[in-house]
């Protein structure tokens, strides 16, 4: 489940579940899964708000120096959300460097799921993930 709410929320998308024929068996209809689950939604549902409340930019003036690890951007400068997920079976690191108008001196990257401070040198932010996971950063 947990990888299913990192996808959705590197696509910024709230999360649906249904049967394999959509008709029976529904997730919503049997208590031992929703609340099975409920942390994790407690957890990446406000997260998957902002980001889906910010609006996908098609121009994401930020590059990976790995391939693995994708790069999406939420908002508008001056408080874009990007989103990095590492579309791998492994751990990966990447740097993320930020492109003109975002490459500021100033600028605070934050983790918005835990709230820590990341740093940014020299227009790049480093960052470790997991396989599959999605981390999401505000910029401010």
Same mark, same amino acid.
């Given at each position: 489940m947990q990888r299913a709410i990192h996808?959705?929320?590197?696509?910024?998308?709230?999360?649906g579940f249904f049967s394999a024929d959509a008709a029976t068996n529904p997730y919503w209809q049997d208590a031992k899964w929703y609340n099975r689950d409920r942390p994790l939604f407690?957890?990446? %549902?406000? !997260? %998957?708000? !902002?980001?889906?409340? +910010?609006?996908?930019?098609p121009v994401t003036l930020a590059r990976s120096d790995n391939a693995n690890v994708w790069v999406e951007r939420f908002g508008k400068p001056g408080g874009p959300i990007y989103l990095l997920r590492n579309n791998s079976a492994r751990p990966r690191r990447a740097r993320i460097r930020l492109e003109e108008p975002l490459s500021v001196v100033g600028l605070s990257p934050k983790n918005v799921l835990s709230g820590a401070r990341l740093r940014l040198i020299?227009? !790049? %932010? +480093?960052?470790?993930?997991?396989?599959?996971?999605t981390i999401a950063i505000r910029l401010r």
């Open positions: 996808a959705c929320l590197f696509y910024g998308m709230f999360p407690k957890e990446y %549902i406000p !997260a %998957i708000r !902002a980001v889906a409340e +910010a609006g996908w930019q020299n227009g !790049a %932010i +480093a960052v470790p993930l997991q396989p599959d996971q």
